[in-house]
């Protein structure tokens, strides 16, 4: 089984692509959409990057499915430890035809001081583009992860060529064939849902994950604020990191769950 297939009110077939994330395939009809491209935007310490990482995780060890994570902001050893603290083994899944991880970060290092000057010191987009294209058709992935955003977005200092730039990205990862996450950061004492004010407009879906201080603890939420052909739950759900992993609990729990 490679994906789960819903039939909507229309009659017509989507394609789903599930997370396998414990709670949260049901608040959006089973899965994301195949080969859509979906915007996780949240505070930092979230789970962002520990939702994509089981996104991943989940499509090679339960589905079969090939999946490529490319971090651009954690080093790949700290992405390791991090799997490990929920008894994952990375490195035995780290084939071209399981879990491809990439660091960019590390990669844009290794760049001659003189290109680097060039890009600015910073992740240049159309390298980023080729490097997708070709870990694509090495892999074949069916899933793929960019964590996160912000260090394409904040090469450019002019907020047009941002949005530009994202919606380049955007538009290039959406016809990529394969079901993308992209992370983004969220300001919430700003307001702001996301780091630029538009990463929500180039995606397919925007979920939300939050941190709030009640009676003097965080508490985790996720919100499914948008998904493009899909009737999602519309309520706020409080959420957990166990040792198992993300696990999304019912809405009404909010006030009277332990973390
Ligand atoms: N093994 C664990 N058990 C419980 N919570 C964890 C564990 N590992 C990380 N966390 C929580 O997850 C947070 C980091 O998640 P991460 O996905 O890196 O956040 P983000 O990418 O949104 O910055 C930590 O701040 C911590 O609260
Ligand atoms: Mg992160």
Redesign the pocket.
Known sequence: METTTISNKDSEVEKRVPTLINGFDKLIEGGFVKNSLNLIS??????????C?QYVYNGVKYLKEPGVFITLE?SVESIRS?MK??GIDLRKYERPDKFSLADLGAIRKELSIEEEVQSGGLLDLDSLIEYIKGVISLTDAKRLVL??LTAIGIKYHETSTIRQALFRLGRFLRDLGSTVLV?TESIPYQNKYTRFGIEQFIADSFIL?NLTEINGILKRTILVRKMRHTNHDLHVHPYK???NGIEILKGRDFYNIKF
């Open positions: 949240g505070p930092a310490g979230s789970g962002k990057t520990i939702f990482l954690e991090s603290r929920f964590d996160s992370t994950l990191i166990t040792s």
